[in-house]
Nanobody, 118 residues
Framework: VQLQASGGGLVQPGGSLRLSCAAS????????MGWFRQAPGKERSFVGT????????IYADSVKGRFTISRDNMKNTMYLEMNALQPEDTAVYYC????????????WGQGTQVTVSS
């Protein structure tokens, strides 16, 4: 499975941005997909995940109510809608895919930079 993340950029505090993650290859094997982020000087952290079949989602407390993950199975694409962005949301955002039934994140995208600044 190959993952291609896109949609990052510069946005003002309070603004919105939508990231996309397009999957290709053995997409039929995907169990779930997720978003992670890594801020400067910090470790990569979990943002949220979506099950590929049922579409159920889980979010980190820090983004609940502001971020929404969705997917389009026909396009093999996952989205991250980010609203009410704050400077602390500044990070490189990575998408990941799990084909192990929940045991590990097997595949990673290349990351896309999100900068929240006035």
């Amino acid at each position: 499975v190959q993952l291609q993340a896109s949609g990052g950029g510069l946005v003002q505090p309070g603004g919105s941005l939508r990231l996309s993650c397009a999957a290709s290859g053995r997409t039929f094997s995907i169990y779930r997909m997720g978003w992670f982020r890594q801020a400067p000087g910090k470790e990569r952290s979990f943002v949220g995940t979506i099950s590929w079949s049922g579409g159920s989602t889980i979010y980190a407390d820090s983004v609940k109510g502001r971020f929404t993950i969705s997917r389009d199975n026909m396009k093999n694409t996952m989205y991250l809608e980010m609203n009410a962005l704050q400077p602390e949301d500044t990070a490189v955002y990575y998408c990941a895919a799990d084909d192990s039934g929940g045991r590990r994140w097997s595949y990673w995208g290349q990351g896309t930079q999100v900068t929240v600044s006035s």
